[in-house]
């Protein structure tokens, strides 16, 4: 068995003897890496390169450029004012624009219409006004101008038992519509 196990190791170390003699390497050695910035130096210190600073007068950006490295352009300056952090995920942005949004958002604007309810109008004054309670209860008293429900609806009429609120939607190619709805009176349940 140890015969078998050494003839094993030899076919190896025979085929990697085999395989590694006629390799480059992939990129320059290091001796030629060197050789070729002592040439660089040599030539800047003789004055050839006049396009280039002189090594002991050199700047931070002109060695760079010196050493062959690509210059940053003076004149270039990033300005992030109004540009999305590359760091951040869609999702943290759209969810902190979603909060922003419902933070400025009145408490009517935070239902969808469907959710609120009429309970009265009154119309026959100056300005008509109208009495809407949300889903948790609570009670609001709206005039023509006012904002209700999550589309950006804006009230635009107020009869004697009903509300127009005209919303806007934004469908999936971004084309903008506008819709009125109709908030009516509820009848009672009782007799």
């Keep these: 068995m140890s015969v078998r196990i050494r003839a094993v190791g030899v ?12 390799e480059k ?15 660089l130096v040599a030539e800047l210190a003789r004055g050839k390169r006049k396009d280039r600073a002189a090594p002991g ?12 490295l690509p210059s940053l352009s003076a004149e270039f300056h990033y300005d992030p004012t109004g540009r999305r952090d590359p760091f951040r995920s869609y999702e943290w942005e759209y969810l ?3 909060i922003a949004n419902a933070e ?3 408490p009517l ?31 609001y008293v709206v005039a023509a101008g006012a904002r209700m429900g999550k589309n950006e609806g ?23 519509s506008t819709k009125d709805i109709e908030l009516r009176i ?6």
């Design 96 to 98: 902190n624009r979603e």
């Design 186 to 191: 509820r009848a009672s349940d009782g007799g």
């Design 109 to 139: 604007e935070q239902y969808e219409l469907g959710q609120l309810a009429l309970l009265g109008v009154v119309w026959d004054v100056g300005r008509a006004r109208a009495l809407v309670q949300d889903p948790s209860g609570m009670s």
């Design 11 to 22: 076919a190896m170390a025979l085929a990697v003897l085999a395989g590694c003699g006629g």
């Design 57 to 68: 007068k050199a700047t931070g950006r002109e060695a760079g450029e010196a050493a062959g």
């Design 154 to 176: 804006l009230v635009t009429r107020i009869d004697d038992n009903l509300v127009v609120v005209r919303e806007r939607y934004v469908d999936l190619y971004g084309n903008e």
């Design 25 to 39: 390497p992939l990129g320059p050695t290091t001796g030629e890496f060197n050789a070729e910035r002592q040439a």
């Design 104 to 106: 400025q958002a009145g």
